[in-house]
């Protein structure tokens, strides 16, 4: 069997510094821009995912909850999710268990 590959996401690299809001009429750089056109395809690939967090600043529950329990929402199952995404944050590593508490309580639709 081989191993799945691992695709790394620098938040403020890749995405935006200053990410905001959680729909696109909160701004540009929205939790459902990063969940749609980063999040969602990589998976959807069947890539495992590690985002790193760090460099980018204000992040906001409504994005992180948004970016995140969305895919729950969207179709990912929660247990799936924790197992293919790696969130990674040495600056603030609060923001791990933050995230990993935004896909459990999703509820699907």
């Not at 935006?16 to 969602?40: A, D, I, M, V």
């Not at 959807?44 to 992040?59: H, Q």
């Not at 179709?75 to 995230?99: H, N, W």
Request: no cysteine.
């Amino acid at each position: 069997m081989s191993e799945r590959m691992t695709k790394t996401i620098r938040l403020a690299a890749d995405f935006n510094p200053f990410p905001f809001g959680r729909y696109p009429s909160h701004g540009e750089w929205s939790g459902q821009r990063f969940r749609e056109e980063w999040l969602k395809p990589a998976l959807l690939a069947g890539e495992a995912i590690e985002v790193d967090l760090d460099g980018a600043r204000g992040l906001s529950p409504s994005f992180l909850e948004e970016a995140f329990g969305g895919l729950v929402r969207g179709g990912f199952a929660a247990k799936d999710l924790i197992s293919r995404v790696r969130i990674k944050s040495d600056r603030d590593p609060t923001l791990v268990d933050t995230v990993l508490i935004y896909i459990r309580a999703a509820k699907p639709m």
